[in-house]
C-alpha cells in the first residue's frame, strides 16, 4: 500500500493554517488562471541563480537574463516596503524589478569565486518513520551545497526573496532544517561528499525587493543628497547573507517535525482530528480568503465560488512521475 507524499510547500500550508492545506493539498484546489505574484516572483528568481551557479567554478548565464526570459510578456506587478517607516507600499512591475535586482546582486557579489559549487536545485525524496512504520515519503529540492574555500566548510545554500530581511528566526527554520537533516546523508550517497564529511550549516542568501538605488555614495557607503551631504533616507540592505551552523543533534529534532507533520496530516486525512482554521490578518494574503469567508457563514454557497474560481489537480503529479522514473 503507497503512503502520502508530503512536500515543503506543503509542511508551510499545514502550518499556517490547516483548512489551506486541506482545500489546497487535500482537496487538490487551486485559482484560475496562473498570477503573477510574491510565489511566482521568487520562483523566478530561484530558476535565474540556478543558472548563474554552475558546478564548481563555473558561472552560467546572467540572472537578469534568465529572469526576462522566465517573465516574458507576463504583466505582473510586485509589492515591496518603502526604506522610510511611514512611507506607502510600492507596486513595482516584476519584470523591471527582477532584472534590477538580479543586476544589482551580481555587481554586489560578483562571479563568489570563493564558492566551490557541489550542487544546484538538487531534488530528494526521503522516507518518514514513526516507531518504525513508513508513514510518509517527503519530496523537496534544495536550492545547493558549496564549498566555501574561506573556511573550508561545506554549506547548504538557501535563497530567499522578501520584502523584509528578517535573520532573527533562521535558527529555527523548519524548511531549510529539513533539506539539512537529510542533505548529507543523500550527498555522501551519490559521492559527491566524502564519506567522513558533513555539512556545516546554511548559507541564506537573502534577495530583498527593492530597484537599485541610484543616489551617490561616500567612502563609508552612505547614500548622499544632490548637495553633497549625507542623506537621512539610508536604505536597508538590499543583500543578506546569514550563516546558520547546525549541529548532529539536531537531526533527530528536524526528522521528529518531519514525522510529526506527517501524523498530523494523515491524522487529519482518517477523520481523526479535525481541520481546524488560523484565523489571523495575514488571511487576506491567502488564495482561499474569500470562498474561506464564504465557508464561515455556513451553508453552499462557498461551493458554488470554488467551482466558479478554482480548478482541481493532482499536487502530487510531479512527484509520483519522478518516483516512477527513479
Known sequence: MSVPIITTSERSALNRCPQQWWWRYRMGLRPRGEKGDARWFGIGVHLALAEWYGKGKKRGRHPALAFSEYAGDEIAYVRTLPDQ?????????????????????????????????????????????????????????????????????????????????????????????????????????????????????????????CKKDERPRNSK??????????????PAPAFVREVIERGPREIRAEMYALADDAIWMNAMRDGLM??????????TFCDFFHMCQLHQRGGDSWMELRDAEFLQEDPYDRYREKSAEG
Open 221 to 234: 557607503g552612505l547614500y548622499l543628497n544632490k548637495d553633497g551631504g549625507v542623506s537621512k533616507r539610508q
Open 85 to 209: 517607516e511611514g512611507d506607502p507600499a510600492i507596486y513595482e512591475d516584476a519584470l523591471d524589478l527582477g532584472i534590477s535586482m538580479l543586476n544589482s546582486y551580481i555587481e554586489n557579489y560578483g562571479r563568489d569565486s570563493q564558492w566551490n559549487v557541489l550542487e544546484i536545485e538538487q531534488p530528494f525524496q526521503v522516507q518518514i518513520k514513526w516507531e518504525g512504520e513508513h508513514i510518509a515519503d517527503f519530496h523537496s529540492t534544495f536550492d545547493g551545497a558549496v564549498r566555501d574555500e574561506a573556511d573550508g566548510q561545506i554549506y547548504l545554500l538557501e535563497h530567499k526573496t522578501a520584502t523584509q530581511v528578517n535573520t532573527a528566526y533562521l535558527a529555527l527554520d523548519p524548511q531549510a532544517g529539513s533539506y539539512w537533516a537529510v542533505a548529507t546523508s543523500i550527498l555522501r550517497s551519490r559521492g559527491i561528499i566524502g564519506p567522513g564529511e558533513s555539512i556545516s550549516g546554511i548559507i541564506y542568501n537573502f534577495l530583498r525587493k
Open 274 to 283: 479535525p481541520v481546524r482554521k488560523s484565523r489571523t490578518r495575514d488571511c
